[in-house]
């Protein structure tokens, strides 16, 4: 409980957990969605803290995590073709394909470059107009507004050697492809906070009703953890099953309508596979007909390639919430942040790499 004692609200984190004590009568299982709050959680011991009848399972709210192989072969297809220059957040670069990482792709002589924003991007392609720039765009509903401006903005100034290698996923029909799922062991969700900023909470009321279960849009501070668990548990104890926000400083009921405005008109929705799920209908989002000559798939020919995952890497297990990392044989020793088996292990958001930082049994 090192960090949680430095942390200053960690007296509040306690007086919650005491508080979830005083009002747990039955075991419940609940899933935090996205992969920062279980940096969090893991990090801070909130899972420590909660009586024995609360347990915690993992979410595949980790972009990284969840983008298809065949995705990352095509990033280093693209990275390895000579008037190429692959664009990418820093975190998809150590993720195993099929053909390597895209570091590899880059230590064997392709143009890979780590940018902050797809904006970045853009302006390398301002002044790089003899190659393609490619952006790698990966995210949940909080990363495509930026993707989309990036499209809009390409367009309106007639940038012709600007494309997005898209890998755009959507919450809600994860989290029903988790509830429907045989195996579902989840009775109510911490929902990400920065997803509902940009969607707001009308999305997630119809999953409640159907499902019956609690969905707790929450932010990310082991306070605001703390308190979306003890919001959640609060409802499963009194037979309720609805939406409610712990994230009100930054989450408004309708959302940022603007950025989803921009999304509509970018983006259409499509099925989309994820990495270690299998494919999910409606669950992705992909550029719309009269913006496809800024899709680098159909700029190189890559529509076709199709790869297969790991065998030994439980990656779709972890991100379903069905077993925790270190539940798997290879977990630290044939997979470590060094040699990878899958995303979960590298991306700043992966369970994998959570527990590898904070829970390695040493001895």
Request: hydrophobic share 40%; with cysteine; aromatic share 8%.
């Amino acid at each position: 409980m090192k960090f949680l004692d430095e942390y200053r609200d960690g007296e509040s984190v306690r007086r919650f957990a005491d508080a979830i004590g005083k009002i747990t009568t039955k075991p419940w299982t609940l899933m935090e969605i996205c992969g920062g709050q279980t940096h969090s959680i893991v990090r801070f011991g909130i899972d420590e803290l909660l009586p024995e009848q609360i347990s915690l399972v993992h979410g595949p709210g980790c972009p990284v995590c969840v983008t298809p192989v065949e995705l990352i072969d095509k990033a280093v297809e693209i990275a390895s073709h000579p008037q190429a220059i692959l664009c990418s957040f820093g975190d998809m670069l150590r993720v195993p394909g099929t053909r390597g990482d895209l570091f590899s792709a880059k230590a064997n002589g392709g143009d890979v470059r780590f940018v902050y924003s797809p904006l970045d991007a853009l302006e390398i392609a301002r002044k790089n107009k003899d190659r393609q720039v490619v952006f790698f765009a990966v995210g949940f509903e909080t990363t495509a507004p930026a993707n989309a401006m990036a499209v809009y903005q390409a367009q309106r100034e007639g940038i012709e050697n600007f494309s997005l290698l898209v890998s755009h996923v959507l919450v809600p029909p994860a989290m029903e492809a988790i509830l429907s799922a045989a195996d579902n062991r989840v009775q109510g969700f911490l929902a990400a906070g920065h997803v509902c900023a940009i969607m707001g909470e009308e999305e997630y009321k119809p999953i409640a009703e159907r499902y019956s279960v609690p969905i707790v849009i929450t932010g990310f501070e082991p306070l605001d953890i703390i308190e979306g668990i003890y919001l959640c548990v609060q409802q499963l104890e009194t037979g309720q099953s609805r939406v409610s926000n712990q994230y009100a400083r930054s989450v408004r009921k309708e959302g940022n309508v603007h950025a989803q405005r921009l999304i509509r008109e970018i983006f259409q929705v499509i099925p989309r596979k994820w990495r270690g799920i299998g494919t999910i209908p409606h669950s992705g989002l992909g550029l719309r007909e009269s913006y496809k000559t800024f899709d680098a798939e159909e700029r190189f020919s890559l529509s076709e390639l199709s790869s297969e995952e790991s065998s030994e890497c439980i990656a779709g297990e972890i991100l379903r919430g069905v077993k925790k990392p270190r539940q798997c044989p290879a977990f630290d020793s044939r997979c470590t942040p060094d040699k990878p088996l899958g995303a979960p292990m590298v991306s700043s958001e992966g369970a994998c790499a959570a527990y590898y930082r904070h829970r390695r049994v040493t001895v």
